[in-house]
């Protein structure tokens, strides 16, 4: 996945709010040739392979379905929920949606980058936070052990994800331009 790398959150980066506080944040990047637009960006995310598998999950554990079309309707800011997430802040650039347990946020974000070497390209981001819960006993915020054991599938998944959308933004190009 050498496409895709850690990366600091931008400064106007709608996540930045949950680095702190006891709460864990990452965020992925990666770059395209050419313009991508945040609701292109969205789409792909939510409607690649392995997210469908994601969705899969949430409609059977969780009673969460969805479909390609909610996720179109959500890229083009014509639906303020998807599956488990509902949109807790939106930009031209950005979208940062909170899960139905509150623990949890997904961002996306697309920054233009206009490089004279490379012509034109699109930097996309994709970043995840979890939200500590206070431990009943003891009284502090905590992340719990599960969000420990489960850590380096989540940086692996995250990367994969991406990835994913990537692939398939370039594939639309590809099949767009045949």
């Known amino acids: 996945m050498a496409f895709i790398q850690p990366s600091e959150l931008p400064e106007t980066a709608l996540l930045r709010k949950y680095e702190h506080g006891g709460a864990y944040a990452d965020c992925y990047v990666t770059e395209v040739a050419g313009s991508v637009s945040q609701p292109a960006f969205v789409e792909a995310f939510y409607t690649t392979a392995l997210f469908k598998l994601e969705r899969a999950i949430l409609k059977w554990l969780a009673a969460k379905p969805s479909t390609d079309i909610e996720a179109q309707q959500l890229a083009m800011a014509a639906s303020d929920s998807f599956a488990a997430w509902r949109v807790e802040g939106r930009s031209a650039d950005q ?33 995840s936070a979890v939200v500590p819960k206070v431990n009943a006993k003891s009284g502090r915020r905590e992340l719990g052990l599960v969000f420990h054991a489960l850590l380096g599938f989540h940086k692996l998944y995250s990367r994969a994800l991406l990835l994913s959308a990537r692939s398939r933004l370039l594939s639309s190009r590809r099949t767009n331009t045949s």
């Open 95 to 127: 979208l940062l949606l909170a899960d139905y347990t509150g623990r949890t946020r997904s961002w996306l974000m697309v920054s233009p980058v206009n490089d004279s070497a490379d012509g034109a390209s699109t930097r996309l981001y994709f970043g």
